[in-house]
């Protein structure tokens, strides 16, 4: 079973920048993509950013292009996101999630750390 494990998440002001981690264990080679997710109060849950692990194709949400970027560490089985010029409206719990090979939908979840910007 896939585990994934987010961090970094926490309290700034507008402008500022955050790192989130989201840290995979267990069969890493069963997946072909990472994303991040986010779900503000109120709101649905929306595609952020993702990664594949093989040959890190990404993809982005246009509400956070040109501001955050996803990458990956294959080594430490770590996916990123870096989160720059940070605005109120991205205040949100941030979710990572992994999709299996061979599968339409993400599969496995993580907890979600909590990110507010304040303005």
């Known amino acids: 079973q896939v585990q994934l494990v987010e961090s970094g998440g926490g309290l700034v002001q507008a402008g500022d920048s955050l790192r989130l981690s989201c840290a995979a264990s267990?069969?890493?080679?069963?997946?072909?993509?990472t994303g991040w997710f986010r779900q503000a109060p109120g709101k649905e849950r929306e595609f952020v950013a993702s990664i594949t692990w093989s040959g890190g194709s990404t993809t982005a949400a246009d509400s956070v292009k040109g501001r955050f970027t996803i990458s990956r560490d294959n080594a430490k089985n770590t996916v990123y996101l870096q989160m720059n010029s940070l605005k109120p409206e991205d205040t949100a719990v941030y979710y990572c999630?992994?999709?299996?090979?061979?599968?339409?939908?993400?599969?496995?979840w993580g907890q979600g750390t909590q990110v507010t910007v304040s303005s």
């Open positions: 267990g069969p890493i080679f069963r997946l072909y993509t």
């Open positions: 999630a992994a999709r299996s090979v061979g599968t339409n939908e993400y599969n496995y």
